[in-house]
């Protein structure tokens, strides 16, 4: 093979690879608390049965679940200077992920409220609990409780999906791959390094998203 | 406009490559992993989540890196945007079908074995038939994240539709131009797709009531 392998590169560029890892973990929580937060407010606008509402809402829906991530991230990183918006990398990357886990977080909501049976709903109205009320306290929990497996594995990819926002220079981890490896040359190395990164990074996500449900549902998904 | 739908052809042609190559291998960890050999299962786990577990971009660069490391000297884009595209696509159909096989009830394995069916015959001629048409609805959602995933070889230097879009746009400056008639493409290509696996789907499940 004639190739030298050096390791060594990555301990001594240890700050800028845990800075880059900070921030994507950063980013993601951020785009997924916004995103879910998308979703449970989308879904919650169609059950209001409005037909332009939803009609639109279910536009937004395919239209980002059938492009690219990367096509869209393209449309506002580059399409908002166009408008005289200027924002930095990572919050043009903050943006384009949170529409994007928005639509499939929307998706999984919606599938969510469907299963809560029509009797719950009924008995919310008959306890004269108004609309938001009932959707609050009556429909939310339960079926988020129900779908949160899905909604967390589909999270765990967005976040292994964010490495695509180094693209635009967003100061994440596998930019500050890319940047050490433009320096060093040691580009197998630092991406070897960088996957198991990620590997980690994906594995923390999946202990808290654990650790959230216990709180909140006080007990273990069904997974 | 022509210079993107041309561009469209090697997005058209990678994700071809990606799900026959990733078809033939997915096939091969798919009876891997329902083998009865334990070594042979973990391998097969192992692959799986491996691919599954990192992201699709650093599969692509230890692929773009790795190859000339191994070979001693560089390969087209085209080639490793290939290899990791189809390895990426074997983990995740690999999943697909070996769930597909699962969900057929034990019982119908049973039933093949006591008409004294061997178990290639057990197999072929019981399960797979009855696998393959729960498989297809998700096999086809699963073609449109292959297709939507190839304009992530445009970073490894790969001229598809979204790296013709960026290069354009250096050139032209209207990105909302742009962008928007690339994502109109993508979406030709992928609503269909779409809307045919959810139709599929439906249709699966009410036949199974």
């Known amino acids: ?223 | 406009m022509f210079a993107l739908i041309k561009a469209l052809q090697w997005t058209i042609t990678l994700s071809l490559i990606a799900f026959t190559g990733g078809g033939i291998i997915g096939m091969l960890f798919t009876m891997m992993r329902i083998a009865d050999n334990k070594i042979l299962k973990r391998a097969a786990q192992f692959y799986i989540s491996f691919f599954q577990g990192t992201p699709l971009l650093m599969q692509l660069f230890l692929i773009f890196f790795g190859i000339p490391i191994i070979l001693g000297y560089d390969v087209p884009a085209i080639v490793s945007a290939s290899l990791a595209m189809t390895f990426y696509a074997s983990a995740y159909l690999a999943d697909i079908w070996r769930g597909s096989i699962e969900s057929i009830p034990r019982t119908q394995w049973e039933a093949a074995r006591s008409l004294g069916l061997s178990w290639f015959e057990q197999f072929g001629l019981i399960i797979l038939p009855q696998a393959v048409k729960i498989s297809i609805p998700p096999t086809i959602g699963f073609l449109v994240q292959v297709i939507k995933n190839t304009s992530l070889t445009s970073i490894i230097g790969f001229v598809e539709l979204t790296r013709r879009g960026q290069i354009l746009n250096n050139v032209t400056f209207e990105p909302f131009l742009i962008f928007s008639m690339v994502g109109f493409l993508y979406f030709v290509i992928c609503y269909p797709l779409s809307l045919y696996s959810q139709r599929l789907e439906a249709k699966l499940t009410i036949e199974s009531l």
């Open chain 1, 1 to 223: 093979m004639g190739y030298d392998f050096d390791f060594s590169v990555i301990w001594r560029y240890r700050e800028l690879f845990l800075q880059g890892a900070l921030m994507t973990i950063r980013i993601t929580g951020i785009a997924t608390g916004l995103g879910l937060l998308v979703g449970i407010v989308m879904a919650g606008l169609q059950l209001l049965k409005n037909r332009i509402l939803s009609g639109l809402i279910q536009a937004y829906i395919e239209i980002i679940r059938n492009t690219p991530f990367l096509v869209q991230l393209f449309f506002i990183y580059f399409g908002l200077p166009a408008l005289k918006i200027m924002i930095p990398a990572w919050q043009a990357a903050l943006i384009a992920l949170t529409i994007n886990i928005g639509a499939y977080a929307t998706e999984i909501v919606r599938a969510g409220i469907e299963s809560i049976s029509k009797g719950q709903i009924e008995a919310g109205r008959a306890l004269g609990l108004s609309g938001l009320q009932i959707f609050r306290f009556v429909v939310l929990k339960p079926a988020l409780m129900k779908v949160y497996p899905a909604l967390t594995s589909q999270f765990i990819l967005f976040i292994l999906n964010s490495a695509v926002i180094s693209v635009i220079s967003a100061e994440e981890l596998a930019y500050q791959a890319k940047y050490v490896a433009s320096r060093t040359f040691r580009n197998f190395e630092i991406y070897l390094f960088i996957t198991v990164g990620y590997l980690l990074i994906a594995q923390l996500f999946r202990v808290l998203f654990r650790l959230i449900s216990r709180l909140i549902f006080r007990k273990a998904p069904v997974n």
